[in-house]
């Protein structure tokens, strides 16, 4: 029964001008919105190994180490809810501005490039608590990840402005400055 209601809404879809597409594009913002939970779901979870770094830390008596780790963590909850909350990557079926299937191809290769960087600092957020032994290490370490996490930050700056910039002049395209 599911199937054959399934089978009469694709027909009656098919007989829709532009249904396809809405519905491709529907797909895409649905596929967008988990990715970026995804994103932002792995940025959660390196919090906690620099969690423990910080109990480690204080139950230690070094408090003076803590501020550097403090400072990643916020860095990495900022983050984390800029990306879970960020513009879907186009617009809706009924607004004005319409973002071109190439244009939305473009911003899931730049996400990717995201997840490749989510990567990058879910290891070195590991790797912190390995390196906390010794002071000089914890600081080199969390210098580390901070510049990691200032350069996907700026990545993900650069997604918002290519989605902002096609909003208000879709001729720029996704990645034109």
Same mark, same amino acid.
Request: glycine share 6%; net charge negative; aromatic share 8%.
């Given at each position: 029964?599911?199937?054959?209601?399934?089978?009469?809404?694709?027909?009656? $879809?098919?007989?829709?001008?532009?249904?396809?597409?809405?519905?491709?594009?529907?797909?895409?913002?649905?596929?967008?919105?988990?990715?970026?939970?995804?994103?932002?779901?792995?940025?959660?979870?390196?919090?906690?190994?620099?969690?423990?770094?910080?109990?480690?830390? $204080?139950?230690?008596?070094?408090?003076?180490? +803590?501020?550097?780790?403090?400072?990643? /963590?916020?860095?990495?909850?900022?983050?984390?809810?800029?990306?879970?909350?960020?513009?879907?990557?186009?617009?809706?079926?009924?607004?004005?501005?319409?973002?071109? !299937?190439?244009?939305?191809?473009?911003?899931?290769?730049?996400?990717?490039?995201?997840?490749?960087?989510?990567?990058? /600092?879910?290891?070195?957020?590991?790797?912190?608590?390995?390196?906390?032994?010794? +002071?000089?290490?914890?600081?080199?370490?969390?210098?580390?990840?901070?510049?990691? +996490?200032?350069?996907?930050?700026?990545?993900?700056?650069?997604?918002?402005?290519?989605?902002? !910039?096609?909003?208000? !002049?879709?001729?720029?395209? +996704?990645?034109?400055?």
């Amino acid at each position: 029964m599911a199937n054959d209601l399934r089978n009469w809404l694709e027909e009656l $879809s098919d007989k829709i001008p532009g249904y396809s597409g809405y519905a491709g594009r529907e797909r895409r913002r649905d596929q967008d919105k988990l990715h970026r939970e995804h994103i932002a779901n792995r940025l959660r979870a390196m919090k906690a190994p620099l969690t423990d770094v910080v109990r480690d830390l $204080s139950s230690g008596g070094r408090l003076t180490e +803590v501020g550097p780790v403090d400072r990643l /963590l916020k860095k990495l909850d900022q983050i984390e809810n800029r990306v879970r909350f960020a513009a879907y990557g186009y617009a809706g079926f009924f607004d004005v501005v319409k973002i071109e !299937d190439t244009h939305l191809e473009s911003i899931h290769q730049f996400d990717l490039t995201l997840a490749e960087q989510a990567g990058e /600092l879910e290891t070195l957020a590991r790797g912190l608590k390995a390196r906390a032994a010794s +002071v000089d290490e914890l600081k080199s370490a969390a210098a580390e990840l901070e510049s990691a +996490v200032d350069r996907f930050n700026q990545q993900f700056d650069e997604r918002h402005r290519a989605i902002n !910039d096609y909003d208000q !002049d879709p001729s720029r395209g +996704v990645f034109s400055s």
